[in-house]
């Protein structure tokens, strides 16, 4: 068997094993240029929050002797807020005319946070809390949060402690999302692109494309031999 029947061989079991990666690349490439990424995003759905009302003279925070990472004050639905961050992670929302510390976000305060902001039309149908330890995939931020779901299937995340709407998620974005961990083969995290599935498959199908053109020049050749040094059409 020469070298070019041998790797004909080769290129041709490759193929088949290339086949499937490159037609799950082609297709989640495809869905996910179907639509603008800022369509995607449900860039539109929300409203800037609005600016701190001016001649604002708010009360310090009552801290307490924990250490504090930063403390901000930002708007929410309910009128300016101190955000409190203490060095062990947590953080707390406080009353700026008074300084005292809030009560955590109920279902109903997320909600608020939300419709506050929100530009379509459809109505909230469900708000539930999700966990720091084990956040929804859709999130994949390690924090408490409320998750607020509207009738279309739009899900908006506020953080449950600070009352920030952290993340909004389109029905679309979620499709979106499950084709790119298919594009990178990691359904799971969806965040690993360095992983042995797509690095093995890129090389394999490396592999098989340098066989087809070194198999090109030597079938050009063999065909140029056969047909008395003139390559015909259709040969």
Do not use: C
């Amino acid at each position: 068997m020469n070298i070019r029947q041998q790797l004909r061989r080769w290129h041709i079991w490759l193929g088949w094993i290339v086949g499937l990666p490159l037609l799950a690349w082609t297709t989640s490439g495809l869905v996910m240029v179907a639509k603008p990424i800022e369509e995607v995003r449900g860039a539109d759905l929300l409203a800037e929050a609005p600016g701190l009302p001016s001649g604002l003279a708010p009360v310090p925070p009552a801290i307490g002797p924990r250490p504090v990472t930063s403390l901000t004050l930002e708007q929410r639905s309910g009128g300016p807020r101190w955000i409190v961050r203490y060095a062990d992670g947590e953080a707390r929302l406080a009353d700026p005319a008074t300084g005292a510390l809030l009560p955590a976000l109920t279902a109903a305060d997320a909600a608020r946070e939300v419709a506050a902001r929100y530009t379509g039309k459809v109505r909230v149908t469900a708000v539930d809390r999700t966990s720091r330890a084990s956040p929804p995939v859709d999130l994949r931020r390690p924090i408490a949060a409320w998750r607020v779901t509207m009738a279309d299937g739009t899900r908006f995340y506020v953080d449950a402690a600070t009352g920030e709407i952290v993340a909004r998620r389109t029905r679309w974005w979620r499709v979106y999302d499950w084709m790119w961990g298919l594009h990178i083969m990691d359904l799971r995290t969806r965040e690993d692109t360095h992983n042995p599935l797509v690095i093995g498959f890129g090389i394999v199908t490396l592999v098989t494309t340098i066989m087809a053109l070194v198999m090109l020049p030597l079938t050009l050749r063999r065909r140029k031999a056969k047909n008395g040094g003139t390559v015909t059409a259709g040969s």
